[in-house]
């Protein structure tokens, strides 16, 4: 037996791999649904502006792929390989800016603060968790990785269109209004360049894990 044959035995079941992509998904639904709710019932709550937080279109992708997963756990497929990778992106992303730099935008209600410690925190570990444990894989292949980076260059698009025709921004380091276009661009750059080292990095940690689920 081969040593990749040895470690395809210890993959996990499809049973486990269900229960935990329900999980994740059960997780970002609720974590999305009370920031919809806040937004609906808040007096200045805009619907447009909150989805066009990288978090929600984050936490919304990978409610999409694990509520797949958690029905289907082996799901395969070129365009299911790119999203399942961008969910696995976009959320250690979304972790990652966020602790890092903007962990001081406390949400001042109890919805607020249970929102964002399930979709900055919670959802992020979860879905790495999940991918780590249950996979679906072999997925990833260094053309996913360039597929991947569509969606993360469409979200920046939208981002600086939107922000020039209404003149507000979902995040401060891109704020092209304040910081000016440059430097705004080039902390959209610094976002897509390390989405782009992230994808690689994947690809090689897939390749040393066992197949999954077995």
């Known amino acids: 037996m081969t040593d990749r044959a040895a470690a395809g035995t210890r ?29 609906l019932t808040s007096p200045d709550g ?37 999203l399942r990778l961008d969910s696995v992106l976009f959320i250690v ?11 001081g935008y406390a949400p001042i209600t109890a919805a607020g603060q249970a929102a964002n410690l399930l979709l900055h925190t919670v959802v992020p570990v979860g879905a790495v968790l999940a991918w780590l444990v249950a996979g679906p894989r072999p997925r990833v292949r260094l053309v996913t990785c360039a597929t991947a ?26 704020d092209a209004s304040e910081l000016g276009a440059g430097r705004a661009l ?9 989405g782009a080292l992230l994808g690689p990095a994947l690809w090689a940690l897939e390749r040393r894990l066992p197949p999954a689920p077995r």
Not at 93 to 102: K, S, W
Request: net charge positive; aromatic share 12%; proline share 4%.
């Open 149 to 174: 980076l569509v969606l993360p260059a469409v979200w920046l698009v939208y981002t600086f269109v939107h922000g020039a025709a209404t003149g507000w921004y979902p995040y401060p380091f891109l």
């Open 46 to 82: 805009d619907l447009v502006r909150l989805f066009s937080y990288f978090t929600i279109w984050s936490n919304v992708l990978v409610l999409g792929v694990s509520a797949l997963l958690a029905a289907r756990p082996g799901h395969d497929g070129p365009l299911f390989r790119t």
């Open 11 to 39: 993959g996990v079941g499809a049973g486990a791999a269900r229960v935990l992509h329900a999980l994740v998904a059960v997780c970002a639904l609720v974590g999305v649904g009370l920031e919809v709710g806040r937004a």
């Open 186 to 194: 080039l902390a959209a750059l610094a976002v897509m360049a390390g």
């Open 93 to 103: 992303v979304t972790f990652a800016i966020y602790h890092a730099l903007l962990s």
